[in-house]
């Protein structure tokens, strides 16, 4: 299915966030990497040309190229995507456009398949001849995605894709456009138990996360952090992503007594192991999150609105962020689907095409390579904060720690992100 405009579409029915982003990440290094390289060799050079028109006022519209899973496991972040770049492409077409010509996004449908997306890419660029690509969700698409991008020259920046092993590839067409990558995600929560009185910190800690390329990293650099301020591992552990009843988890964990538990959760097992505790009667002091807080009411309708209260999460993004843009953005979006407050994934898209747009304005072409060195070389401001880049396209900021606070998400760190001057700790007790 290929899309082609430059205005948001009808609004699209909401979908619970997949039980598992990414699964199989060793089919990935097997057959995407494999796919990547097949595919990209057919279609183009040895070594990176700089693809992509360089005219910057010929007249014809910049055509974009995405592939999104629009369908299968990750169609509902997929989704989310594509509307974060469609209220882009709107809100900047308005203005003119971009150096003068207006946007066409060229959006294609991967099917959430990594081969699918290795065949989109290698078309978009070699035989459909865009002038820029833009990312696809996930590491588990993009991992391949990126690899296409890199061997025809097209500088890539991704809204969603921070595991480890896309940085440890030498890449460098590849940015990715959220604050920090996978690692890192919970360093601003790390910060907050360091702010906190020797006598107030948590003394035990426990570590389950579900087997992800996205949470193992984050739950993995969180315990190393609080062990080495003295928070004692009492239990760490990894469940299959298939994994549907946390009883004998949650009986662990009672027993054990942590007074953090620190879960690696991408959202049905979020919201089990919550049910779980509270079928056991055990509250901890403190509950972190990764992902599974963030979907709203979702989250909320999953395990109780009383029960969300205190429960922490990092985030890339809030909407009532003060970042340049953001008002502009929840307004656009909001207008476009009824009323609806973006989701993440739709923020963070919206800000990966901020971030090509910046590089195309600041080099007043569409020459890949010289998009590629000026993000190398400069900071970008978008809605969500300020981005820059290592060598090898990793971001190099911090992520915004959210709280759910009497029925609401608030900010709470860093502080000049804050929207609440308030933490809830200890988590009250189950309702």
Same mark, same amino acid.
């Given at each position: 299915?290929?899309?082609?405009?430059? @205005?948001?579409?009808?609004?699209?029915?909401?979908?619970?966030?997949?039980?598992?982003?990414?699964?199989?990440?060793?089919?990935?290094?097997?057959?995407?990497?494999?796919? /990547?390289?097949?595919?990209?060799?057919?279609?183009?050079?040895?070594?990176?040309?700089?693809?992509?028109?360089?005219?910057?006022?010929?007249?014809?519209?910049?055509?974009?190229?995405?592939?999104?899973?629009?369908?299968?496991?990750?169609?509902?972040?997929?989704?989310?995507?594509?509307?974060?770049? +469609?209220?882009?492409?709107?809100?900047?077409?308005?203005?003119?456009?971009?150096?003068?010509?207006?946007?066409?996004?060229?959006?294609?449908?991967?099917?959430?398949?990594?081969?699918?997306?290795?065949?989109?890419?290698?078309? !978009?660029?070699? +035989?459909?001849?865009?002038?820029?690509?833009?990312?696809t969700f996930?590491?588990?698409?993009?991992?391949?995605?990126?690899?296409?991008?890199?061997?025809?020259?097209?500088?890539?920046?991704?809204?969603?894709?921070?595991?480890?092993?896309?940085?440890?590839?030498?890449?460098?067409?590849?940015? #990715?456009?959220?604050?920090?990558?996978?690692? @890192?995600?919970?360093?601003?929560?790390?910060?907050?138990?360091?702010?906190?009185?020797?006598?107030?910190?948590?003394?035990?800690?426990?570590?389950?996360?579900?087997? &992800?390329? #996205?949470?193992?990293?984050?739950?993995?650099?969180?315990?190393? =952090?609080?062990?080495? !301020?003295?928070?004692?591992?009492?239990?760490?552990?990894?469940?299959?992503?298939?994994?549907?009843?946390? +009883?004998?988890?949650?009986?662990?964990?009672?027993?054990?007594?942590?007074?953090?538990?620190?879960?690696?959760?991408?959202?049905?097992?979020?919201?089990?192991?919550?049910?779980?505790?509270? =079928?056991?009667?055990?509250?901890?002091?403190? !509950?972190? %999150?990764?992902?599974?807080?963030?979907? /709203?009411?979702?989250?909320?309708?999953?395990?109780?609105?009383?029960?969300?209260?205190?429960?922490?999460?990092?985030?890339?993004?809030?909407?009532?962020?003060?970042?340049?843009?953001?008002?502009?953005?929840?307004?656009?979006?909001?207008?476009?689907?009824?009323?609806?407050?973006?989701?993440?994934d739709a923020?963070?898209?919206?800000?990966?095409?901020?971030?090509?747009?910046?590089?195309?304005?600041?080099?007043?072409?569409?020459?890949?390579?010289?998009?590629?060195?000026?993000? @190398?070389?400069?900071?970008?401001?978008?809605?969500?904060?300020?981005?820059?880049?290592?060598?090898?396209?990793?971001? %190099?900021? &911090?992520?915004?720690?959210?709280?759910?606070?009497?029925?609401?998400? +608030?900010?709470?760190?860093?502080?000049?992100?804050?929207?609440?001057?308030?933490?809830?700790?200890?988590?009250?007790?189950w309702s």
């Open positions: 299915m290929t899309d082609q405009m430059s @205005h948001p579409a009808s609004p699209e029915p909401a979908r619970l966030r997949p039980t598992r982003r990414a699964r199989r990440w060793s089919a990935l290094v097997v057959t995407g990497v494999a796919g /990547a390289l097949l595919l990209a060799a057919c279609g183009g050079s040895e070594s990176p040309s700089g693809g992509g028109s360089t005219s910057a006022s010929n007249g014809k519209p910049v055509t974009i190229g995405i592939s999104l899973p629009l369908t299968g496991d990750f169609s509902q972040p997929g989704g989310e995507a594509k509307r974060g770049y +469609q209220v882009w492409a709107g809100m900047v077409n308005a203005k003119g456009g971009l150096l003068g010509r207006k946007i066409t996004l060229k959006i294609v449908d991967d099917a959430s398949n990594q081969d699918t997306v290795v065949a989109d890419y290698t078309k !978009l660029i070699t +035989q459909d001849k865009v002038d820029l690509v833009m990312g996930s590491s588990l698409l993009n991992f391949p995605a990126s690899a296409v991008a890199e061997k025809n020259g097209y500088a890539f920046v991704e809204p969603a894709g921070g595991a480890p092993k896309m940085f440890a590839r030498g890449f460098k067409y590849l940015f #990715f456009a959220q604050p920090a990558t996978a690692p @890192h995600q919970a360093d601003v929560f790390v910060d907050y138990i360091k702010s906190l009185s020797a006598s107030d910190r948590p003394k035990t800690a426990a570590y389950p996360t579900q087997d &992800d390329p #996205f949470t193992r990293p984050v739950i993995e650099s969180m315990q190393k =952090q609080l062990e080495a !301020l003295g928070v004692k591992t009492v239990f760490s552990g990894v469940y299959p992503a298939d994994t549907t009843n946390f +009883q004998t988890i949650a009986n662990t964990l009672k027993n054990k007594k942590p007074d953090l538990i620190a879960q690696g959760a991408v959202f049905e097992d979020g919201v089990g192991l919550v049910r779980s505790l509270k =079928q056991l009667g055990y509250t901890p002091k403190a !509950l972190f %999150q990764t992902s599974a807080p963030s979907n /709203a009411g979702q989250y909320s309708d999953g395990i109780g609105a009383a029960n969300t209260e205190g429960v922490f999460y990092t985030v890339s993004w809030n909407e009532q962020a003060k970042t340049p843009l953001n008002p502009e953005f929840v307004a656009a979006y909001a207008k476009a689907y009824k009323a609806a407050v973006p989701a993440e923020a963070d898209a919206f800000a990966a095409a901020q971030v090509v747009q910046a590089a195309v304005e600041g080099t007043k072409s569409f020459d890949q390579t010289k998009i590629k060195d000026w993000l @190398h070389s400069n900071t970008v401001q978008t809605i969500l904060g300020p981005l820059s880049w290592s060598a090898k396209g990793e971001p %190099q900021g &911090d992520f915004i720690l959210a709280q759910w606070q009497s029925g609401k998400v +608030q900010v709470v760190g860093p502080k000049n992100a804050a929207t609440s001057t308030s933490v809830v700790y200890p988590k009250p007790p």
